[in-house]
């Protein structure tokens, strides 16, 4: 994702994911930090919160849609289904799941997710963007999500599979990223941020270059803004 780039789709590159049958992923790269995705009915996706912007600089974003082209509403992707994305060609990358969170609403459309991924050994993470939507009654409403991360090394993959329930407002992403050596002076540490095409989240602490996504304090923990109460579940329609 780059800042005041536009959306556009592009092949496969260096990346790619498998898809269940029935569905089709537009590939972004270089994205803009608020994204329109047709996954979402049109909605938009923000990446610009203080967590998730570095962390998803020159990330790679799979819109999941029906392949069919029949259906210009939000993506219901069944239970049982599984997506499958690879690392090609870099040394490391992240790959990152979101989804929409606000139990006990989204929990008929989650996929079973915070349980499913976490027993895979993916972290959850609140350090995720948050979308808009276009259908009647939305207006001013914004939604939230939550992460989930699994490093994946050079032509690994990982997989992600829905469980018994449907899963709606899905978004996949895989980052190139640089790694974090513990041996790297604070000179190499910081060089780490300079490497191009591909994303650190390294930060020197304590005498050690260090893995620093969504480390907060409570200095810098800022309360997203309280949404408008007559807000309906994003999923009200499911």
């Given at each position: 994702?780059?800042?005041?780039?536009?959306?556009?789709?592009?092949?496969?590159?260096?990346?790619?994911?498998?898809?269940?049958?029935?569905?089709?992923?537009?590939?972004?790269?270089g994205c803009?930090?608020h994204?329109?995705?047709?996954?979402?009915?049109?909605?938009?996706?923000?990446?610009?919160?203080?967590?998730?912007?570095?962390?998803?600089?020159?990330?790679?974003?799979?819109?999941?849609?029906?392949?069919?082209?029949s259906?210009?509403?939000?993506?219901s992707?069944?239970?049982?289904s599984?997506?499958?994305?690879?690392?090609?060609?870099?040394?490391?990358?992240?790959?990152?799941?979101?989804?929409?969170?606000?139990?006990?609403?989204?929990?008929?459309?989650?996929?079973?997710?915070?349980?499913?991924?976490?027993?895979?050994?993916?972290?959850?993470?609140?350090?995720?963007?948050t979308?808009?939507?276009?259908?009647?009654?939305?207006?001013?409403c914004?939604?939230?999500?939550?992460?989930?991360r699994?490093?994946?090394?050079?032509?690994?993959?990982a997989?992600?599979?829905?469980?018994?329930r449907?899963?709606?407002?899905?978004?996949?992403?895989?980052?190139?990223?640089?790694?974090?050596?513990s041996?790297?002076t604070?000179e190499?540490?910081?060089?780490?941020?300079?490497?191009?095409?591909?994303?650190?989240?390294?930060?020197?602490?304590?005498?050690?270059c260090?893995?620093?996504?969504c480390?907060?304090?409570?200095s810098?923990?800022?309360?997203?803004?309280?949404?408008?109460?007559?807000?309906?579940?994003?999923?009200?329609?499911?």
């Amino acid at each position: 994702m780059e800042e005041g780039r536009s959306n556009s789709t592009t092949p496969w590159g260096r990346t790619s994911t498998l898809r269940p049958d029935g569905f089709a992923a537009g590939v972004c790269c270089g994205c803009p930090y608020h994204l329109v995705l047709k996954s979402f009915g049109g909605g938009t996706v923000s990446f610009t919160t203080k967590h998730i912007k570095p962390a998803s600089r020159n990330g790679i974003v799979y819109d999941i849609t029906s392949s069919s082209g029949s259906s210009q509403g939000i993506t219901s992707v069944p239970a049982g289904s599984t997506f499958k994305v690879h690392c090609l060609g870099y040394s490391d990358c992240d790959a990152y799941v979101f989804t929409y969170h606000d139990p006990p609403a989204s929990t008929s459309t989650n996929g079973d997710l915070p349980v499913v991924l976490v027993d895979d050994d993916w972290s959850g993470s609140s350090c995720a963007p948050t979308f808009t939507l276009t259908k009647a009654g939305t207006a001013g409403c914004e939604y939230k999500m939550v992460a989930f991360r699994k490093p994946v090394g050079r032509d690994e993959s990982a997989d992600i599979t829905v469980g018994s329930r449907q899963l709606k407002f899905l978004i996949i992403m895989l980052v190139p990223k640089v790694s974090c050596d513990s041996s790297f002076t604070e000179e190499e540490c910081n060089a780490t941020h300079a490497v191009s095409g591909e994303t650190s989240t390294c930060k020197y602490v304590g005498n050690e270059c260090k893995e620093n996504f969504c480390m907060r304090t409570p200095s810098t923990h800022t309360p997203p803004p309280t949404p408008p109460t007559s807000c309906p579940a994003a999923n009200t329609d499911s």
